[in-house]
C-alpha cells in the first residue's frame, strides 16, 4: 500500500477505537449474538478478489467487534476486568508494525532490552533478590506452565510428582499440572479456611500422608488474590513450611499482584517475596491490553536450566552470547514484545497515577462491602479482599432456604446482564451462590458502584416478592 493510504488506514482505526473508548460510559458492559446469527454474516469462503481496506474497516467494526463484553467499561465487574490505557495500546499497535519477533538477543535486542527493564521493575516491586529473573508471557495459563516446569526439574522430575493448591485456586494451575505431566490423582485440591484461605494444618498432613505413601510433592502453589474472592493464602506460613520441607513454593498473583505497588498492596502480599515464583497479569491490574503476563523466579537460573535447549537453526545467535534469550526461559520461541506496552505506559503517567489507580480500586471495594453490611436485602458472603466484593440478596427479617436464595439471585444476576448498563458474574462460596463484584477500573466511580448495587437490591426485592 502506498504510505498515504496506510496512514489514512491507520487513522480511520484510530478513530474507530478513540470513538468507541469515548462512548463506554453511554454504552452497555456487554453485548453479543447468537453463533447462528454471526454465522450468516461471517460464514462464508474467502474472496477471490479483495475490497476496498476502508470498506472492511468500517465492516468489521460494525458487524464484529461490538458483539462481546466490554472488559473496559467502568461498570463491568463481571470476572477480572481489563482496562488499557491509550499509550499501551499504541505500544501493541508499534510493535505489531515492526513485526518484532523477541525470541533471541540477535533478533531483537532493543525490545529485549526492554523487556529486561520491566522484569526488574517487576522484581524491586516483588521485593525478589537481585537473583531473581524472569519472563513476559501470554498470561496467568502459560506462565503456570512455566513455573511448574521450572518446579519440576528443581526436584529431579521425580515419579508421583504431586501438587497442591486450594479449592479456590484458579483452573489453570489444574491444567498446568496436568500439561507437565501429573497425574490427575496427583493434584491435591485442599480445603479453606471461613475467610477461603489455604489451611496450613491441612496442608502438612496431605504432603505427610502423600510421602509416607510414596508420592513426591514438588510445588504447592498459594493465591495472592484468588479470581474469585480475592482472598490471600497465609503467604509467610507457607513460605516458612515449603522452606523446611524442600518443597517449591507458587504464588499466583494474576489478579493480585500489582498491589504490591501500594503500600496496602504490599502489606497484605507480605511473604509473596520468598515465594519460588510468582506470575502476575498485567492486563489485568495494570492496566495494559492482552496479552501480558510475568513469570518471576526468585533464581532466575532455574528457568534457563528447565527450558535451554539447543537448536541448530538458531546457533548464530552466538552473536548475542552472555546476553539473554528470552526463548530459553519459557515455552516460546516466537513471542512479541509484550514489555513495550508496560513501559510506555509508566512512561507517560509515572507510577504515582498507577499506585493511585490500583488503591481507588481497593477503596471502592471496601466502600461497597459497607454498602452491603448496611442494606437490609444484602448479606455478605466474605469480607471484600483487594478488589472483590462477594455478597447476595437476602430477606434479613425471616429465614428462606438455600434453594429459594439461589433462585432469586440467579434472577438477580441475569435481570443485571440483560436490563442494566453493568455487568457482575458469580461464584460459589461453601455451597452458597455469590454475586460478585470485581473493581478494577481506572474509570470507575463510586457512582458506578452504587449505582450497580442499587439496581440489584431493587431486582432482588422484586425478585423476593415474586419466590
Known amino acids: 500500500m502506498a504510505p498515504d493510504v496506510m496512514l489514512d488506514l491507520a ?108 522484569l526488574d521493575w517487576l522484581k524491586r516491586w516483588l521485593g525478589y533478590p537481585e537473583s531473581a529473573g524472569g519472563i513476559l508471557t501470554s498470561g496467568g495459563s502459560a506462565a503456570s506452565v512455566d513455573a511448574f516446569v521450572a518446579a519440576r526439574e528443581a526436584a529431579g522430575n521425580p515419579e508421583r510428582a504431586t501438587v497442591y493448591m486450594s479449592d479456590q485456586s484458579h483452573s489453570a494451575h489444574i491444567r498446568a499440572a496436568r500439561i507437565i505431566g501429573v497425574r490427575p490423582e496427583c493434584t491435591r485440591l ?19 500422608d502423600d510421602r509416607a505413601a510414596g508420592f513426591n510433592p514438588i510445588a504447592v502453589c498459594a493465591n495472592a488474590g484468588a479470581s474469585s474472592t480475592g482472598a490471600i493464602d497465609p503467604l509467610e506460613a507457607m513460605a516458612d513450611y515449603c522452606e523446611a520441607e524442600g518443597i517449591w513454593l507458587h504464588a499466583d498473583a494474576a489478579y493480585g499482584g500489582f498491589a504490591v505497588v501500594t503500600e496496602k498492596g504490599k502489606d497484605l502480599l507480605r511473604g509473596i517475596e520468598r515465594a519460588d515464583s510468582v506470575n502476575l497479569d498485567g492486563h489485568k491490574w495494570f492496566f495494559q491490553p492482552y496479552e501480558v503476563g510475568g513469570l518471576l523466579v526468585k533464581d532466575a537460573s532455574t528457568l534457563e ?56 480500586g481497593m477503596e471502592l471495594a471496601a466502600r461497597a462491602d459497607e454498602y452491603v453490611r448496611e442494606s437490609p436485602l444484602l448479606e455478605t458472603l466474605n469480607p471484600a479482599s483487594l478488589g472483590i466484593v462477594c455478597f447476595r440478596v437476602t430477606p434479613g427479617d425471616r429465614d428462606v432456604d438455600e434453594e429459594v436464595l439461589e433462585r432469586v439471585n440467579r434472577n438477580v444476576l441475569a435481570r443485571v446482564f440483560w436490563e442494566d448498563r453493568a455487568l457482575i458474574s458469580s461464584t460459589t462460596l461453601a455451597k452458597k451462590f455469590s454475586l460478585r463484584l470485581c473493581i478494577i477500573n481506572h474509570n470507575t466511580t463510586w457512582d458506578d458502584v452504587r449505582e450497580t448495587l442499587q439496581a440489584i437490591e431493587r431486582f432482588g426485592a422484586e425478585a423476593l416478592q415474586d419466590k
Open 305 to 360: 536450566t528447565a527450558f535451554e535447549v539447543h537448536h541448530d537453526v538458531l546457533q548464530d545467535t552466538i552473536w548475542g552470547a552472555n546476553h539473554p534469550n528470552f526463548s530459553d526461559r519459557g515455552l516460546q520461541l516466537s513471542r512479541s514484545a509484550r514489555a513495550l506496552k508496560i513501559w510506555m505506559s509508566v512512561q507517560t503517567f509515572g507510577m504515582a497515577a498507577f499506585r493511585e489507580a490500583v488503591s481507588r
Open 190 to 208: 485442599l480445603p479453606t479456611d471461613e475467610r477461603f484461605r489455604l489451611d496450613m494444618d491441612v496442608l502438612a498432613r496431605a504432603v505427610a
Open 11 to 118: 487513522r480511520k482505526a484510530a478513530e474507530i477505537l478513540v470513538d468507541r473508548i469515548d462512548g463506554l460510559p453511554a454504552d452497555n458492559a456487554w453485548d453479543g449474538d447468537f453463533q447462528q446469527a454471526l454465522d450468516a454474516k461471517l460464514k462464508e469462503d474467502p474472496p477471490e478478489n479483495g475490497r476496498p481496506a476502508g470498506e472492511v474497516i468500517d465492516w468489521v467494526a460494525r458487524e464484529v467487534l461490538p458483539f462481546a463484553t466490554r472488559l473496559d467499561h467502568p461498570r463491568c465487574f463481571a470476572f477480572i476486568p481489563s482496562a488499557p490505557t491509550w499509550p499501551g495500546i499504541l505500544a501493541d499497535f508499534m510493535a505489531a508494525g515492526y513485526n518484532f519477533n523477541q525470541c533471541t538477543w540477535l533478533v531483537a535486542s532493543g525490545p529485549s532490552a526492554i523487556e529486561l527493564v520491566v
